[in-house]
């Protein structure tokens, strides 16, 4: 805790010496470190209440985390994109926002919640750049919906 609380006090002194810059400002987030590691809690505290990855399949309200990250994480998205697709999902849930239909099919779509973008955001870097808990018979489900997948 000690550690925690010198490091932000240097980053404070830090940058606070720097002269101001004329750039133009955006709404863009960027999450920093501290940010990031909060996704996990916000993650287990808002998202796991529906997205469980200790429930059976068969007691399931939604597909769990690790299902998420492996529909909206595909080959050659970066992190930023990945919150932002996220986003556009959470701010709007919708048939036509979701890449997940087999989900769809089974669940419904989900209420819409009133999240903020900056917990989305903190929570997508985290799981972009972490291992996440998965329930223990979430190999073997995909395989059978990719399988599903060919036959079409």
Known sequence: MKF????????????GCKQKSDAAYTSEIIPSNTTALNGKLLMEQKCYVCHSPSKSMQDRLAPPMIAVKKHYITEGITNKEFALE???????????NSKMKGAINRF??????????????AIAYYLYGNEI????????HMGKMRGRKRMN
């Open 4 to 15: 925690i609380a010198i490091f932000i006090m240097i980053l404070l002194l830090s940058t």
């Open 133 to 140: 808990e998965q329930p223990e018979w979430i190999e073997e």
């Open 86 to 96: 996220l986003w556009k999902w959470v701010e709007n849930p919708s048939k036509e």
């Open 108 to 121: 419904g779509i989900m209420p819409k919640q009133s999240f903020e973008k900056e917990e989305i955001t």
